[in-house]
């Protein structure tokens, strides 16, 4: 028996006891690895959910779901940037902002749904007035089906800044290749805890997720905010010492960085014992990615809005 046989029969037995190891979830975590985002997205809402912890073999899955969840947002600033979008693809929820006018009263805390082009403002006014240190803004106008600005209102959305820096980079990137802005569909609400003015202030309202255009432009990605809540949760599924170093090679590479996933990878290694947190918090200081000690104190804060945003609000497709 020669060597080559021995080791492809070693190589045979290694890869069936990973899969008895993995039980039901085998076929799961092959399908965490596609490249097809809904099906990715589909595996880990139910490994997320799942009673059982995942085991060691599952590491390499989850940081292929990870780094792909962070390279969707990312790749949308250079994604065929010199070919502007021919066609819409509508889901039917989407609503037309006179209606909103109309009767704002209505819609008050609210999920709504816009389709359209959105481009960098700085029309910080009404409620958000001096919300620039905490918010982006961006001008939303309306699309017909092939991608022609419609006629009709308009509205200013405010996003979140500690998650959504890179939707605001791919945004900018886009305008500074002569685009009018960049497609997406969003989720947003007209915050009560904002708006006091119904009739003067009801186009200016708070983004809790967004879509980008899927690969192919002819449907969308997972939602933004949704995915990165599910990288958390898989995280946490797995056994710490595997978890903790997943987060910080992804934190580390800065693939994640300005999206959402890096406020969930954050907040997954900051809930670790104390003794874990301050020999993490130091290997992040050494980036100088960003300022640990600013995010500890803000930590929170943060995770408490991107959790209302998913959670509190339920999942935008939630009706």
Known sequence: MNGS?????????????AHAALGADAELLTQLESKDSAVSLAAAQKLATSKTKLPKAAVQPVVSFIRQSAKETSDQRVHKVNEP???????????NLIRLKTEPQDYLDKK???????????????PYRGADKTHYAFSFTPLTKDAQAKRGEGCIIYAT???????????????????????????????????KNLSGDWNQLELLDWQFFSADRKEWAPWSIERALLTRQLLRQLPSDSGQPIAMIVLQGGEASGTPVHVALMDYLLSLPRGSRQAIAKKIRQTGSQSIDDWMERRS?????????RTSRGSPDDN
Do not use: K
């Not at 819409?88 to 609503?95: A, I, L, Q, W």
């Not at 709504?112 to 009404?126: D, E, K, P, Q, R």
């Not at 890179?166 to 989720?187: K, N, P, S």
């Open 5 to 17: 046989f021995i080791n492809l029969t070693l190589c045979a037995a290694t890869i069936l006891v």
């Open 85 to 95: 979008a021919s066609s819409v693809p509508f889901v039917g929820d989407e609503m």
């Open 112 to 126: 709504i749904f816009l389709c359209g082009m959105v481009s960098i403002s700085t029309a910080f006014v009404g």
């Open 161 to 195: 800044r500690q998650f959504c820096g890179e939707l605001a980079e791919a945004i900018t990137y886009r305008q500074e290749h002569d685009f009018d802005g960049m497609i997406v569909r969003a989720c947003v609400s007209m915050l009560s805890s904002r708006i």
């Open 301 to 309: 804060q943060i995770i408490a809005t991107m959790l209302d945003v």
